[in-house]
Structures are given as structure tokens and as C-alpha cells.
T-cell receptor
Framework: GIQVEQSPPDLILQEGANSTLRCNFSDSVNNLQWFHQNPWGQLINLFYIPSGTKQNGRLSATTVATERYSLLYISSSQTTDSGVYFCAGGNTGGFKTIFGAGTRLFVKA | KAGVTQTPRYLIKTRGQQVTLSCSPISGHRSVSWYQQTPGQGLQFLFEYFSETQRNKGNFPGRFSGRQFSNSRSEMNVSTLELGDSALYLC?????????????????FGPGTRLLVL
């Protein structure tokens, strides 16, 4: 089955810093999503991005499907960005979405 | 629109019991997926339902089952509970239809049900 690898596993940032999170897939996927899980466990969808680039405020994501990786950029980080970031992928025709282990981000004030 | 709702939010059971968890998707969403999250195994896919049919299943034993009703609401059941079933169970819904010319497959998650098995 598809393997999803995320890096780095942990990240500590000073408020205002920028960061890049990476997600590699062992096989091609045609649905790819990024999520943020807050300390209460709620998973929030950040991007649905099977290919290309999208931006939403201070967050942007780029997926290079041919090379089987995706990047999530966080600019001008804030303490509220803390939490765990997951990427997840699968193939159309029904969800069997595989999640990575996540990147745990802590933003210091 | 109201978000994905899950009930109950917290549950304590003892080994050997069974449990039923409920998920109400966003109105108009036809796909419902279930996931188990534990500190050791992370987020693992359980199964996915679309139009009352199970389309995909993860690698979980037969003690884990589910169903979807005609209004897209879904339930999952775990029989003969084991200590290792203690986890956060998450449900996600998706429209899975054409929107703006492309298939909308974004998944929206509920708040989860925290199950503790003693």
C-alpha cells in the first residue's frame, strides 16, 4: 500500500518565523490533503491539493505529483499555528486515505 | 452549514463490551470515512461508505464494522472491546461530486469520539 513520510517530525519556531513541511509518497496519489490538528484533537482541512499550488493567507501548499511530494509553507508563524500537521493521500474511487505520522509544530511567543 | 457531528464525544467501556459510535455528515455530503487515532499507530483508515455501500476497508479485524443510512448518517460498531481499542475515533465527510468543474474531494472531520476501554 501507499506509504506517506512526513518531515521534520518535530519543529520549534519563534513567532514570526517561516517554515516548510514536506510530505513524500511511495506511490502516486490523486487526492492529497493537508490537515492541522489542534490540541483538542480537531482536524481542520487546510488544502485539497492533488497537484499545483494553492495559497490561503499565510499558508500555501505545492504538490509535484510526478515526483510524489508535497510541501506546506507557513509564513510569519503565530502561536495559534501550533499543533500537528498531517498530509494524507489516496486514490479516487473511494477514500482509503493514508495519513503520514505528522509534523508536530510548536511556535514560541 | 453545520459541520460534521459525532456522538457521543466521550465513552468509557470495559473489555468485552460493544460500542456504537455515530456520525452525521455535512448536509449534502455522500461519503463518510472512519479513522482510528492512537499515539502509537497514528491515524489509521477504518472504512469508507458512499451511498450506503462500503467502498473501502482498512486493515482492521472483523470486530470493527459500520453502516451508512439513506440520509448519509453513519455508525460504526466495535464488538468484544479490547484495551487496545482505546483511541480517538474520527469521522470525515466529503461531497465527492462535481463542483466548479472539478471533483470536490475535500474531507471535513468531526470532533471525534474518545473511547477508553478499561
Amino acid at each position: 500500500g501507499i506509504q506517506v513520510e512526513q518531515s521534520p517530525p518535530d519543529l520549534i519556531l519563534q513567532e514570526g518565523a517561516n517554515s516548510t513541511l514536506r510530505c513524500n509518497f511511495s506511490d502516486s496519489v490523486n487526492n492529497l490533503q493537508w490537515f492541522h490538528q489542534n490540541p483538542w484533537g480537531q482536524l481542520i482541512n487546510l488544502f485539497y491539493i492533488p497537484s499545483g499550488t494553492k495559497q490561503n493567507g499565510r499558508l500555501s501548499a505545492t504538490t509535484v505529483a510526478t515526483e510524489r511530494y508535497s510541501l506546506l509553507y507557513i509564513s510569519s508563524s503565530q502561536t495559534t499555528d501550533s499543533g500537528v500537521y498531517f498530509c494524507a493521500g489516496g486514490n479516487t474511487g473511494g477514500f482509503k486515505t493514508i495519513f503520514g505520522a505528522g509534523t508536530r509544530l510548536f511556535v514560541k511567543a | 452549514k453545520a459541520g460534521v457531528t459525532q456522538t457521543p464525544r466521550y465513552l468509557i467501556k470495559t473489555r468485552g463490551q460493544q460500542v456504537t459510535l455515530s456520525c452525521s455528515p455535512i448536509s449534502g455530503h455522500r461519503s463518510v470515512s472512519w479513522y482510528q487515532q492512537t499515539p502509537g499507530q497514528g491515524l489509521q483508515f477504518l472504512f469508507e461508505y458512499f451511498s450506503e455501500t462500503q467502498r473501502n476497508k482498512g486493515n482492521f479485524p472483523g470486530r470493527f464494522s459500520g453502516r451508512q443510512f439513506s440520509n448519509s448518517r453513519s455508525e460504526m460498531n466495535v464488538s468484544t472491546l479490547e484495551l487496545g481499542d482505546s483511541a480517538l475515533y474520527l469521522c470525515a465527510s466529503s461531497y465527492l461530486g462535481l463542483a466548479g468543474g472539478t471533483t470536490e474531494e475535500t474531507q471535513y472531520f468531526g470532533p471525534g469520539t474518545r473511547l477508553l476501554v478499561l
